[in-house]
């Protein structure tokens, strides 16, 4: 009984020191779980910012802008609600100038939407306040104030989409000479800097992203910027710079796929127009075959001229036989000639011509009977 007494004590005994290991490990579960989803551990790829027409300027500032040199910004150049940009030239605006206009002010109400957006963005990463020397991959980040000296590397992980947005609660200020630098296909497109107070880069500093601050924004003398330099209320000071716009980078690839289905749906509509010009060139070649037929009809109209020439010749031999009876004169109508106020007389003589002849005619023949008689 003894012995079942000393069992029962040591597994108590156990079981009070196992109790408080299991506790420590579940705390460390719980911490690890509330690391990652609060953000200061691993987070999500982030959607980009969107700009509006804020995309448009190289530079926005809310009271002025001035340069010294010859600096060179790539896209506009606005400011509002102030009006006034010094420095133009020596500097160059590729874009537009926009002063007090309503471009310019919908630029700043886009800008302050962006920055707003930028700043709300979770989960997040905690950051120490020196960037130089880190390599970070796509996410968000939050510094209380910032600082480069040096190279920050940034790791896109061969995503040519990845997002960066860099929340920074007062200043971001840069060491000359500094650096920005992508690997594997980060694009300066989606750097996002989100300043709470004024950004500051120094001489000579490459520098990348889309720099959103609430106050002003100073590059000092020879640093450049691929990207944007917006700032809301305050002032933006150039001293020899180059903003170039950033270039986005699309996905690359072929699609393997290829697309199925037949196309669906007729042509509507009737042409229209006609043919204009004449047609050159003449026809070659000679007609064949013969016109067959008769041609029908009788010719009119009336022979004109009088026969030409005299009859030539005389009556040969004697008439025969004894006329009988008198011939009965006949009266021919002759054509009259002459005008139309001509005698009528020669039909008459012509007439009475013929009956002496045909009567000396007879006569001649009776007597001619006569002698032969006797």
Not at 101 to 123: H, I, M, S, W
Not at 196 to 222: C, D, E, K, P, Y
Not at 306 to 332: D, W
Request: charged share 5%; net charge positive.
């Amino acid at each position: 009984m003894r012995g079942h007494i000393v069992t029962i004590t040591s597994i108590r005994h156990r079981r009070r020191a196992v109790l408080p290991a299991l506790t420590a490990v579940t705390a460390a579960c719980a911490a690890t779980a509330v690391l990652m989803l609060t953000g200061t551990g691993a987070s999500a790829q982030p959607a980009p910012v969107g700009l509006g027409t804020a995309a448009n300027f190289s530079v926005l500032a809310g009271s002025t802008v001035t340069n010294t040199g010859d600096s060179f910004l790539a896209q506009s150049l606005g400011v509002h609600p102030g009006n006034t940009a010094t420095g133009f030239p020596p500097g160059t605006v590729a874009g537009e100038i926009h002063l007090a206009d309503d471009v310019a002010l919908q630029a700043k109400n886009d800008l302050t939407t962006a920055y707003n957006n930028a700043a709300g963005r979770t989960p997040f990463t905690s950051l120490p306040a020196e960037l130089g020397g880190s390599t970070l991959t796509p996410g968000v980040y939050r510094i209380g104030a910032a600082q480069l000296t040096g190279t920050l590397t940034l790791n896109s992980q061969n995503d040519p989409a990845a997002v960066f947005i860099f929340q920074i609660e007062s200043t971001l200020i840069t060491a000359a000479n500094s650096s920005v630098v992508f690997i594997n296909g980060a694009s300066p497109c989606n750097v996002y800097w989100q300043v709470g107070s004024s950004a500051t880069i120094g001489t000579g500093t490459r520098f990348v992203g889309n720099i959103l601050a609430q106050t002003s924004i100073t590059m000092n003398t020879g640093a450049t910027l691929q990207g944007r330099a917006l700032a809301q209320t305050g002032a933006v000071t150039l001293d020899t710079n180059t903003i170039n716009a950033p270039v986005c980078l699309q996905p690359t690839g072929t699609p393997t796929t290829t697309p199925t289905g037949t196309p669906t749906g007729q042509p509507t509509g009737t042409p229209t127009g006609t043919p204009t010009g004449t047609p050159t060139g003449t026809p070659t070649g000679t007609p064949t075959g013969t016109p067959t037929g008769t041609p029908t009809g009788t010719p009119t109209g009336t022979p004109t001229g009088q026969p030409t020439g005299s009859p030539t010749g005389g009556p040969t031999g004697q008439p025969t036989g004894a006329p009988t009876g008198f011939p009965t004169p006949s009266r021919t109508q002759l054509p009259v000639t002459g005008g139309s106020g001509g005698s009528t007389l020669l039909p008459v003589l012509t007439g009475l011509g013929s009956i002496a002849v045909a009567a000396g005619a007879a006569l001649l023949l009776a007597y001619r009977r006569r002698t032969s008689e006797s």
